[in-house]
């Protein structure tokens, strides 16, 4: 599925959700984005979602910088 498909949007507006549960606020497009780019540049997070499935942090990243674009901004 595309990252910017909408099948996947309701799967990260649950992320974005649980996020915002964590953070006491719900980040907006540039928290986001920095959230996104953590995910994919710091290998215990990377790790963690390789671990789920290969490709996955790849796609997890994408799927929310699309997000953070089309619904935040």
């Given at each position: 599925?595309?990252?910017?498909?909408?099948?996947?949007?309701?799967?990260?507006?649950?992320?974005?959700?649980?996020?915002?549960?964590?953070?006491?606020?719900?980040?907006?497009?540039?928290?986001?984005?920095?959230?996104?780019?953590?995910?994919a540049d710091?290998?215990?997070?990377?790790?963690?979602?390789?671990?789920?499935?290969?490709?996955?942090?790849?796609?997890?990243?994408?799927?929310?910088?699309?997000f953070a674009?089309?619904?935040?901004?």
């Amino acid at each position: 599925m595309p990252a910017n498909g909408e099948a996947v949007a309701p799967l990260v507006a649950r992320h974005h959700a649980w996020v915002a549960a964590a953070w006491k606020r719900a980040p907006d497009a540039p928290a986001y984005r920095v959230l996104a780019d953590m995910y994919a540049d710091h290998p215990d997070f990377r790790a963690r979602y390789e671990g789920r499935a290969a490709g996955f942090a790849d796609d997890l990243v994408a799927a929310m910088r699309a997000f953070a674009e089309s619904r935040l901004s």
